[in-house]
């Protein structure tokens, strides 16, 4: 293979915009699509604003048809969620080369619209969690007219090389098939978005070592990425600017030259072909439907040594340029989330202009809370907790963990914490959007290692904690706490959560104290508040050691969140000296 001109013809297919990504509405507003409103961009479905209250299907559930007709209702009725991410494998519409199926895709739209739900794709192609797995058997067995990468131990492994011209024509002719049949099929637009691949990226090495990946690494970077970062140096990511630096920031060179003789050297190649792969199908796609792309990256894990270790060239968050210069066809560049640091990823994903959303994680507690700050504090479209056809994750309950024993009576489904979490979203997304777009929102997720948060929101201070005894206030709680506040006018708060207490100090002059002047708890119904107790006297009471909260300037009274009873409050608050 002529490796000059496989590129050529690979690049050829796409156009590359070395601009900011902007978002235009389409001709038909009612079309998915993303907009910038305000603060936030958000996802637009039938022309409003959609806060995306998601699920993902473990990797091959949809296409068990009867198993589905369980899990719809259970989803959409039960743990109250409006959208459903599910895979469509390539092998599922393409078993013969240019023959398609698209029964399961049919059948899929239609439970959608007979549940009153959405759909994300999950387009598993060439790659799905850095393998080929999901590539139609015609195309891994013809692997000398599909070739595949070659890793340092000079063996193939079963990952489509991203320098094939074949690799990718067959890809995204496949994907426009998919893009053009949803758009005819699917006139209520129960699909929103697409997913591109999954969690991309080479597995075993660096990158890819075959005589054609060699020498294309050996030959000069592409000016149109050194183009890009030399327009947005300022603006790079600090990870990556670093490793740009560090081999003397070079504006021309071999990949080895630009970016040094080391692994990462080695990962940035593989991000820059990645992403042109992967822009290309999206193009193929768009021309067909344009509505909203996006890829997910498999996060690097603490045991992970190198590129390699995780999948070489994925979106990581210090990769997010290389994708950016490289893949102006997908909107958003996503993590997949199961480590701790769910806070600290978030932020290194909403970094740079890149809009949130969160398609793999936890859907426990510890998803609730996930929820609950992602929306809130970094203005996500959505959130979606893996694997919910199965109860037990909803439980805690991992695919390698200890699952519920057999005995065990099968749980309410409605009442664990995350369904609970998700239909008091549900009731919030309307002003949850709003707030959004006028910046006017926060959250905090709480556990006993990180018992307390300080947040500027309006004209107030909140002193978020976890829930503390009130004669023994400086005991922890070995709890998860999570809220979601927005400021709803002058000394107004719209609060709601599980696990926290919430005091209230000024931050604007005028007397020093704030206390409490009226406090409802309530819910809310086709968008209105509608109050179901009037609260004051015992349930405002925080601590009782008066004389030692009024030195910290403080009314020892304030809101205490707790779901399902009192998740949602309202306060008006009040000052004095």
């Avoid at 961009?41 to 604003?49: E, I």
């Avoid at 970062?229 to 990511?237: A, P, Q, Y």
Wanted: neutral net charge; contains cysteine; proline residues 7%.
């Amino acid at each position: 293979m002529n490796t000059l001109k496989t590129l050529a013809c690979t690049f050829a297919l796409c156009s590359l915009a070395l601009v900011a990504r902007a978002q235009t509405k389409p001709a038909d507003t009612a079309v998915p699509h993303l907009e910038k409103r305000g603060q936030a961009t958000q996802l637009m479905v039938d022309g409003k604003p959609f806060l995306v209250l998601a699920g993902e299907l473990s990797n091959t559930v949809s296409s068990d048809t009867e198993r589905m007709k369980v899990v719809w209702p259970v989803l959409a009725g039960k743990v109250h969620m409006n959208t459903v991410l599910t895979g469509v494998s390539w092998d599922w519409i393409e078993p013969e080369e240019g023959r398609y199926d698209f029964r399961l895709v049919d059948q899929l739209i239609a439970s959608a619209k007979q549940n009153n739900v959405r759909i994300v794709w999950l387009w598993f192609a060439s790659w799905k969690n850095g393998l080929s797995s999901f590539a139609p058997a015609w195309v891994k067995a013809a692997q000398d007219r599909f070739p595949r990468v070659q890793i340092r131990s000079g063996k193939t492994i079963e990952v489509l090389s991203t320098l094939s011209r074949n690799n990718l024509e067959a890809d995204a002719r496949a994907f426009a098939a998919l893009m053009r049949h949803t758009r005819e099929v699917d006139q209520t637009h129960r699909v929103i978005m697409v997913q591109l691949e999954n969690e991309v990226g080479v597995l075993g090495d660096a990158r890819d070592r075959s005589p054609e990946a060699d020498e294309a690494f050996a030959k000069p970077v592409p000016q149109e990425l050194m183009d890009y970062l030399v327009k947005h140096k300022r603006d790079l990511l600090p990870e990556f600017k670093e490793v740009w630096d560090a081999a003397g920031a070079k504006i021309s060179g071999t990949w080895a030259e630009v970016f040094g003789h080391m692994p990462k050297a080695d990962e940035i190649f593989m991000g820059w072909n990645y992403a042109r792969y992967v822009n290309a199908v999206a193009e193929a796609g768009k021309k067909e439907y344009s509505i909203p792309m996006f890829v997910n990256a498999w996060i690097v894990q603490p045991e992970d040594k190198g590129p390699g270790d995780y999948p070489s060239g994925g979106p990581q968050a210090h990769m997010h340029d290389i994708w950016r210069a490289g893949a102006p066809a997908v909107d958003l560049l996503c993590p997949d989330i199961y480590l701790p640091d769910f806070t600290g990823i978030t932020a290194r994903y909403s970094r740079a202009g890149n809009t949130l959303f969160v398609p793999e994680s936890a859907g426990d507690t510890r998803g609730a809370a996930n929820a609950f700050y992602a929306i809130g504090q970094q203005r996500a479209i959505g959130y979606s907790p893996f694997g919910i056809d199965n109860v037990a994750r909803l439980q805690g309950f991992g695919p390698n963990g200890p699952q519920p024993a057999a005995s065990q009576p099968p749980p309410d489904v409605e009442t664990l914490p995350f369904s609970v979490a998700y239909k008091t979203l549900a009731q919030l997304a309307p002003s949850i959007l709003e707030h959004q777009s006028k910046g006017t929102i926060a959250a905090a997720s709480l556990n006993r290692q990180n018992p307390d948060q300080q947040i500027k929101l309006g004209d107030y201070i909140l002193n978020v904690g976890l829930p503390r005894n009130r004669r023994t206030p400086d005991t922890v709680p070995d709890l998860t706490g999570y809220g979601i506040f927005m400021a709803t006018g002058p000394d107004e708060y719209l609060l709601a959560g599980n696990n926290l207490q919430i005091t209230f100090t000024p931050n604007t002059p005028g007397p020093p104290i704030a206390g409490i002047a009226r406090q409802e708890n309530g819910h809310f119904e086709n968008g209105k508040w509608v109050v179901t107790r009037y609260l004051g006297g015992d349930d405002s009471v925080l601590r009782y050691d008066i004389g030692a909260v009024a030195d910290m300037g403080q009314s020892g009274s304030g809101v205490r969140l707790s779901a399902p009873d009192r998740g949602i409050q309202r306060v008006k608050l009040y000052r004095y000296r």
